[in-house]
């Protein structure tokens, strides 16, 4: 082998390394995600129990998440409910209109601590986060609705009802269970097939573990 054509091995070596664990991996997830446009609310349990530490992981899940999608107005738009004792908006759908907009403002997500009322949060995002006051878009556009809640204890509430409302609204929700996360709640909030909505991992330390399964679950 001449050395030039070495070089030129090498140098394509390098490059595509630079495409798998730099910029190019997210934008390989995204193209994957291109013809997936959605609402998507994420649905954040900011209880006591969670901690301020944990909590900064659960920042840092939202902004990798959302390098799953096209940010636009006309694409995906994202939104934030944080709830503890009651859900309070973070953000709504549409506030902001770009990816980096997005990643930046789930970086710095409020934490409050308090109670656990997951049921409370559910209504709240089935009857306000996707409705157009709030930036959702109207059902005759086609637009998915989605919504990911994260949560690490039980409910001080009951979910079955609200959950049942929000799946009868059209909203696919995904349970995402950490730690003392009841299964039996999380089974009741997600959506059908349960096996595909529900989650639950250990610590707030594994959470990026099912990334990558959450991201392939809502680029179907």
């Given at each position: 082998m001449r050395k030039g054509q070495g070089y030129q091995i090498t140098s394509l070596v390098l490059l595509m390394l630079v495409l798998v664990f730099g910029?190019?991996?997210s934008e390989a997830q995204r193209a994957g995600c291109k013809n997936v446009n959605y609402d998507l609310i994420f649905l954040l349990d900011t209880s006591s129990?969670?901690?301020k530490e944990d909590f900064e992981k659960v920042?840092?899940?939202?902004?990798?998440l959302v390098d799953t999608f096209e940010i636009e107005p006309d694409k995906t738009r994202v939104g934030v409910v944080r709830?503890?004792?009651k859900p309070y908006?973070?953000?709504d759908l549409g506030r902001f209109q770009t990816r980096e907009d997005v990643k930046e403002a789930a970086r710095n997500i409020k934490y409050y601590g308090g109670n656990t009322n997951t049921g409370d949060a559910l209504r709240y995002i089935t009857t306000?986060?996707?409705?157009e006051e709030a930036g959702g878009r109207p059902r005759e556009r086609a637009i998915k609705k989605v919504a990911i809640l994260l949560t690490d204890g039980r409910s001080q509430d009951l979910v079955l009802e609200p959950a049942t409302a929000a799946h009868k609204a059209g909203i696919r929700i995904f349970a995402v269970g950490v730690g003392e996360a009841l299964k039996e709640e999380l089974v009741e909030i997600a959506s059908e097939p349960k096996s595909a909505h529900v989650f639950h991992v250990s610590d707030y330390n594994a959470i990026d573990k099912i990334r990558g399964i959450l991201r392939?679950?809502?680029c179907e």
């Open positions: 910029g190019g991996h129990s969670v901690g920042r840092q899940w939202v902004s990798n709830y503890s004792g908006t973070e953000f306000y986060s996707f409705s392939r679950r809502l």
